[in-house]
């Protein structure tokens, strides 16, 4: 089945030549590419909304395949709809749809439903697909509209994709396609836009749909928006930015009267992290230690790791190694993540409860050197250790309200019990923080 492009024409360009040549003056090849989860998009003509399309896509790392979640527009086929088989054409070329993950998302949903009729007219996902098509012709994606329901039904359509994604061993980018704001004064809709991207960037869909009705924010694809939240959490989001965002009045200079537009990045969780976190739910949960199957390049080399939990911005436990205590860096998270969950003594152990509210962060030591004076520390370049006979204390680098050397030292006394006229030895190290 082929789903023939409807707006091709009136959105964007039907002629080839002339639909590249559009998209290369809105895009930005030189922009540094991103591992991401996901990613909110507009979907007018390209006029109006292309900058901001073109703005986004630009920063993504392409994958193989784009979950495209659109609203419904059109009031056509089953709200809630999926099409697993077939191709959708644009002036660019075909673009096949990745079966296999389709019909996985469908089979795990309890809400999708194959319906070709709700993407017959339906330019929300059609008009995504010329901008990825300019970096790459290879790719697949999986086409679902989204029309009224719950928002549990939303979140749950969210869970449903990551849990299909994940069964899979899939990379995926998915994207929400949504304009902002529709049809009021540029002041209105840019204030509206910011409640709604605010909580998109927070990653709280809960305060995304909350918004939506307590504000009577007009955007077409807070439903996408929503589970996209849900998704990019699952499947080990680290955080959210907003790329750029217009309205219609600047492209038209009429601002009585504008359609708002945002591009949004939800970026990848570092796989470090991912281990640290993975690890920490497997451990509370089941009470069962994950062994990796495949370790990246930064997991097989050895080094000291230190993995910090917080929980509302507060440490909830921080646990490290100086120096490697295994035989590589994953063992290193793996053990350190456990005892910072369960073993810090500043902590009481975290409850299955606290999981989906904690974030994670690890940083992977340089061995320590000695160093003959503090002159030779910098709190936000260097970790430090003091040591004293058998005591050593250590703070890690690029703290928080840690901003002089003195004050670095003071700590690092304190937490092993060093007095301040003890003789004592210094050594620093470098980290790579991942988050």
């Not at 860096?329 to 904690?358: H, T, Y």
């Amino acid at each position: 089945m082929i789903r023939e492009p409807v707006v091709a024409g009136q959105f964007y360009p039907s002629s080839p030549s002339q639909l590249k040549a559009m998209i290369a003056r809105m895009v930005d090849e030189k922009a540094v590419k991103e591992e991401v989860i996901g990613v909110v998009s507009p979907h007018a003509g390209y006029v109006y909304s292309g900058m901001v399309a073109g703005a986004v896509m630009s920063r993504v790392k392409f994958k193989d395949t784009f979950i495209i979640m659109g609203p419904n527009h059109t009031g056509r086929g089953s709200p809630l709809s999926i099409m697993t088989e077939g191709t959708w054409r644009t002036p660019l070329g075909d673009v096949e749809i990745d079966s296999e993950l389709g019909k996985q998302i469908l089979a795990s949903s309890s809400h999708l439903k194959e319906d070709f009729l709700a993407h017959q007219y339906e330019h929300s996902i059609e008009v995504q697909l010329p901008f990825l098509q300019y970096f790459r012709k290879d790719i697949k994606i999986v086409p679902i509209v989204m029309a009224y329901a719950t928002g549990d039904t939303y979140k749950e359509i969210g869970r449903e994709l990551a849990q299909a994604v994940e069964k899979l061993d899939r990379e995926v980018v998915i994207i929400a396609s949504s304009d902002m704001s529709h049809y009021e004064p540029q002041d209105s809709a840019q204030s509206k836009d910011t409640q709604a991207l605010e909580a998109i960037v927070a990653l709280d869909e809960d305060r995304l749909l909350r918004r939506v009705q307590e504000l009577n924010i007009t955007m077409c694809g807070y439903a996408p928006a929503a589970s996209l939240i849900t998704a990019a959490k699952v499947l080990g989001a680290s955080g959210a930015e907003i790329v750029k965002y217009r309205t219609s009045g600047d492209t038209t200079g009429d601002y009585s009267s504008v359609v708002g537009y945002a591009g949004v990045i939800i970026r990848e969780m570092s796989p470090l992290v991912k281990l640290a976190r993975q690890t920490v739910e497997a451990y509370v949960r089941e009470g069962r230690t994950p062994r990796p199957e495949k370790l990246t390049p930064e997991m097989r080399e050895r080094a000291g790791v230190f993995v910090s939990i917080h929980q509302a911005g507060e440490l909830r436990g921080c646990i490290g190694t100086i120096e490697p205590t295994t035989k590589n860096v994953a063992e290193e998270i793996i053990a350190n993540a456990i005892s910072a969950a369960i073993r810090d003594p500043r902590f009481p152990p975290v409850l299955p409860g606290e999981l989906p509210d904690l974030t994670y962060s690890v940083d992977v030591l340089t061995r320590p050197e000695p160093i003959e004076s503090k002159d030779q520390l910098d709190p936000k370049k260097y970790g430090a250790i003091v040591e004293s006979g058998w005591r050593r204390g250590l703070l890690l680098p690029e703290l928080e309200g840690v901003d002089s050397v003195d004050y670095q030292i003071d700590i690092c006394c304190r937490k092993a019990g060093i007095m301040p006229d003890e003789p004592i030895k210094l050594y620093r190290f470098e980290v790579k923080r991942y988050t």
